[in-house]
């Protein structure tokens, strides 16, 4: 335990010295949109604080459209966990097939080459 390696932002006071880092660069931009003459090309870019709050509202949106995009995409917790764990007595039972094709598919997967449907 004595010999892991310490990164960076494993102690806080690096963390919290990176935060203060932030807080300042906010700060001072928001002071430089007072100082700093923009070439707009619409009228609500002149209002004060346009861009953060544009930026804010955007990553609002963003998380919003994901989370409603998850509800479709999302797989089941043990999506990949069942992946190879076949009963193959359970699809014989199901699947309807000859007595050759049982005995030469149950023959191959027990002789330890795996599963793949490669005919060799």
């Known amino acids: 335990m004595e010999n892991e390696k310490k990164y960076l932002f494993d102690k806080p006071e690096n963390v919290q010295r990176l935060l203060y880092f932030l807080y300042i660069c906010c700060a001072l931009l928001l002071a430089l949109d007072f100082v700093i003459h923009r070439h707009v090309m619409h009228s609500w870019e002149n209002l004060w604080g346009f861009y953060p709050l544009y930026g804010f509202v955007g990553c609002v949106v963003l998380v919003l459209v994901a989370t409603w995009m998850r509800t479709f995409l999302m797989r089941p917790e043990n999506y990949y966990a069942d992946e190879g764990k076949t009963d193959y007595a359970e ?30």
């Open 91 to 120: 699809t014989f039972n199901n699947v309807e097939a000859s007595d050759d094709v049982k005995n030469n598919r149950t023959k191959r997967h027990s002789n330890g080459t795996g599963d793949n449907d490669v005919d060799a």
